[in-house]
Nanobody, 112 residues
């Protein structure tokens, strides 16, 4: 069964950190670039970060560059998003995706 399962979301205060995880199954994970997207209440879904299959190249949405770090473990079929110095505007549902396969999303809420 092809699937992506995200975890690690939650409610945090501004300035805090969270680490999102995404477990892949049912396909050859190491062949795919992996991405994190997010969708807030008023926004369309946007690409937050992407990592290439080897893990040595990544890119980021300008507003998260320097605060978020995407990484992957091809042995474990996992992709991660380390989010530091979180801001209220980071509040959204975060999705893991290959671009074709999508997870169910995990809610991140940043509020004091």
């Amino acid at each position: 069964q092809v699937q992506l399962v995200e975890s690690g979301g939650g409610l945090v205060q501004p300035g805090a950190s969270l680490r999102l995880s995404c477990e892949a199954s049912g396909f050859t994970f190491s062949n795919y670039a992996m991405s994190w997207y997010r969708q807030g209440l008023k926004n369309e879904r946007e690409l937050v970060a992407r990592v290439w299959p080897s893990g040595d190249t990544s890119d980021y949405l300008a507003s998260v560059k320097g605060r978020f770090t995407i990484s992957r473990d091809n042995d474990k079929n996992m992709v991660y998003l380390q989010m530091d110095v979180l801001k209220p505007e980071d509040t959204a549902v975060y999705y893991c995706s290959t671009g074709v396969i999508w997870g169910q999303g995990t809610q991140v809420t940043v509020s004091s």
